[in-house]
T-cell receptor
Framework: QKEVEQNSGPLSVPEGAIASLNCTYS??????FFWYRQYSGKSPELIMS????GDKEDGRFTAQLNKASQYVSLLIRDSQPSDSATYLC?????????????FGSGTRLSIRP | DGGITQSPKYLFRKEGQNVTLSCEQN?????MYWYRQDPGQGLRLIYY???????QKGDIAEGYSVSREKKESFPLTVTSAQKNPTAFYLC???????????FGQGTRLTVV
């Protein structure tokens, strides 16, 4: 089982609709969860961090965390063509000697006009 | 300007050569990371460091080495033992190991 799993996509969503991106993780004691957006050929940029169960909203983005189910999601409302990118889920994994941030393989999102 | 600087942006290596990728941050972050990204793939952790003079192997450390002699610097050496080094290398840093990481612009390494 991979430490952080995402559906690779591509996920195609019409402009103006809600895009829903999902991620599951294996480490039950993880406390920090992140969503990044990566455009082709560029480095990832942070969209949201979430640390507590429930929803966290920032503009058109909402992150949802359910630690009991080991599941974190990202909703993008009113999707725009500029939202077309790869979305990476990242989780802080607590190891025996050190903590580290592990990324999923990413979901490609395409917003069609 | 505060941020994370990686250099060079593009790097070409001959077979059998060692090369060193630079990563410098002026954000006063304790934790630093190196990731490798292959085309169409996610980020794989090479090495990470929580504090100065300490670092740990990630999932794909073989053929790589690092040092953390200064808080602001975390250079990565790709050695000749790394058989397939062509990839996009990303350096990141975070305030602590539990907080979000921010990335440099990346170095694209190609073996010629």
């Amino acid at each position: 089982q991979k430490e952080v799993e995402q559906n690779s996509g591509p996920l195609s969503v019409p402009e103006g609709a809600i895009a829903s991106l999902n991620c599951t993780y294996s480490d039950r004691v993880s406390q920090s969860f992140f969503w990044y957006r990566q455009y082709s050929g560029k480095s990832p940029e942070l969209i949201m961090s979430i640390y507590s169960n429930g929803d966290k909203e920032d503009g058109r983005f909402t992150a949802q965390l359910n630690k009991a189910s080991q599941y974190v999601s990202l909703l993008i409302r009113d999707s725009q063509p500029s939202d077309s990118a790869t979305y990476l889920c990242a989780v802080n994994m607590v190891g025996s000697s050190a903590s580290k941030i592990i990324f999923g393989s990413g979901t490609r999102l395409s917003i069609r006009p | 300007d505060g941020g994370i600087t990686q250099s060079p942006k593009y790097l070409f290596r001959k077979e059998g050569q060692n090369v060193t990728l630079s990563c410098e941050q002026n954000l006063n972050h304790d934790a630093m990371y190196w990731y490798r990204q292959d085309p169409g793939q996610g980020l794989r952790l090479i090495y990470y460091s929580q504090i100065v003079n300490d670092f740990q192997k990630g999932d794909i450390a073989e053929g790589y080495s690092v040092s953390r002699e200064k808080k602001e610097s975390f250079p990565l050496t790709v050695t000749s033992a790394q058989k397939n080094p062509t990839a996009f290398y990303l350096c990141a840093s975070s305030t602590t190991v539990n907080t979000e990481a921010f990335f440099g612009q990346g170095t694209r390494l190609t073996v010629v």
